[in-house]
């Protein structure tokens, strides 16, 4: 886990990197880094992190990335890839070991489809907690939330394996994980009461030593939940 500070508006860029490194530009707490994190550690690819100051961004930053945001990977011959799903298919083609995209046209497919689905509901994981913090009434997001996850239950029901490309984690399951690591933060965790299926592969993702070494303490998610949705989010709390 990364544990540089921030670089915010003023910093210096980075040097150039040595030839064959590759550099990660991210911020502790971002989920979509977090992404990259755990395809970059379950390869076993050797590289440097920078965190950026999100909300006070180094000028030089949006020379790498126009839209200022995370990941950002930087090779040692200056190409630059950006966009946390783009980052990480990069990363598997590349890297030949340990292959995390399947090689079979239809499970790629599937994972695909499946990723699609999952990336329309991530704005639930932000919208509910927004409006409890505002007083709106947010159960009728939660129910969406909670249909939502019980249709993933059935996805693990129907294909009888403990991951969702099979039974050892594939490219989905770590495209998946980060917004599950912070459902006690998002307030959310009660919604996989009616999901068994789903709350096992919650479990057995936990225990994965990727998972296990990008992942952030409940208590810091929570300290840095609160600061977020206050709006003024310490990115750089716990250093």
């Known amino acids: 886990m990364a544990s540089e500070k921030c670089l915010a508006k003023g910093s210096c860029a980075p040097g150039p990197l040595p030839k064959g490194q590759i550099r990660l530009y991210s911020m502790r707490f971002c989920p979509f880094a977090q992404r990259t994190r755990l395809v970059l550690h379950a390869k076993g690819i050797k590289h440097e992190t920078v965190n950026i100051h999100l909300k006070d961004k180094p000028d030089w930053y949006f020379e790498k990335n126009p839209m ?39 499970e790629k497919a599937q994972q695909k489809m499946l ?3 999952y990336s329309k509901m991530i704005q639930l994981f932000y919208k509910i907690p927004t409006g409890k913090n505002k007083g709106e009434d947010i159960s009728v ?14 996805e693990l029901v129907n294909k009888k394996t403990q991951f969702f490309g099979g039974d050892a984690i594939t490219m989905i399951d770590y495209m998946m994980w980060p917004w599950f690591e912070r459902l006690e933060m998002f307030g959310l965790k009660h919604c996989l009461d009616s999901t068994p299926e789903l709350k096992k592969w919650t ?19 929570k300290a840095f939940g609160k600061s977020y ?11």
């Not at 949705?229 to 250093?239: I, R, T, V």
């Open 203 to 221: 479990e057995r993702m936990s225990e994965d030593q990727s998972v296990k070494a990008t992942m952030h303490p409940i208590e810091t998610h």
């Open 68 to 106: 200022g945001l995370v990941p950002t990977l930087e090779t040692s011959s200056g190409q630059v890839i950006y966009e946390s799903l783009i980052t990480c298919e990069y990363l598997d083609e590349v890297y030949g070991e340990k292959k995390l995209i399947p090689a079979d046209p239809f």
């Open 115 to 117: 990723l699609d689905y």
């Open 141 to 154: 997001l939660e129910e969406e939330l909670e249909n939502k996850f019980v249709w993933l239950n059935k």
């Open 229 to 239: 949705f206050e709006g003024k989010p310490d990115f750089d709390y716990g250093l």
